[in-house]
T-cell receptor, first 115, second 112 residues
């Protein structure tokens, strides 16, 4: 149980385009989902926390207009990287948490490459 | 603020060696404590957790004990295998802030 999927697993796009990444909890309802970014050989950096049906809470230094997060249902959150640039290239990982739980379950990650 | 410090890597061991990866955290409250593992090219997987003092989390031969007095949650395994090669993250979860804070990660390589 507690499986989280991400789609796509890899995406390559041109500079200036927008990319949407989906995060789904497959066998549980996730009231809270988290989006992280991971640079090569580094730890995870929390970008934002999203609760179903409300606006996401962004960490300091993360541009909310650039990284649009939507959590429209209890099983789906999306991250849209708008007007992507090469410096946005990274590994993006989502996680989901059950209501009242303390454990986050992670998706497999999405590798974004912006040319 | 809340923070976590874990042993820097990389750590290279021979197969069947004993493993310890140290982890300490700041304690403003009573966090739940997690170890996550990331295999090459993959996302994070929960390895084990402990939710209160003196609890021992265990999985796949790995163990960690919640030590409130030393604010530590060291990861141990008695006999490592090549398949244990991965990056290990210590992560206290602070319910008041509703987030998990990740350590810097420790890269473990096991030689056959």
């Amino acid at each position: 149980g507690a499986v989280v999927s991400q789609h796509p697993s890899r995406v390559i796009c041109k500079s200036g385009t927008s990319v949407k990444i989906e995060c789904r909890s497959l066998d549980f309802q996730a009231t809270t989902m988290f989006w992280y970014r991971q640079f090569p050989k580094q730890s995870l950096m929390l970008m934002a926390t999203s609760n179903e049906g409300s606006k996401a809470t962004y960490e300091q230094g993360v541009e909310k207009d650039k990284f649009l997060i939507n959590h429209a249902s209890l099983t789906l959150s999306t991250l849209t990287v708008t007007s992507a640039h090469p410096e946005d290239s990274s590994f993006y990982i989502c996680s989901a948490r059950l209501a009242g739980g303390d454990t986050q379950y992670f998706g497999p990650g999405t590798r974004l490459t912006v040319l | 603020g809340n923070s976590v410090t874990q042993m820097e890597g990389p750590v290279t061991l021979s197969e069947e060696a004993f493993l310890t990866i140290n982890c300490t955290y700041t304690a403003t409250g009573y966090p739940s404590l997690f170890w996550y593992v990331q295999y090459p090219g993959e996302g994070l997987q929960l390895l084990l957790k402990a939710t209160k003092a003196d609890d021992k989390g265990s999985n796949k031969g790995f163990e960690a004990t919640y030590r409130k007095e030393t604010t530590s949650f060291h990861l141990e395994k008695g006999s490592v295998q090549v398949s244990d090669s991965a990056v290990y993250f210590c992560a206290p979860g602070y319910s008041s802030a509703s987030k998990i804070i990740f350590g810097s990660g420790t890269r473990l390589s096991i030689r056959p």
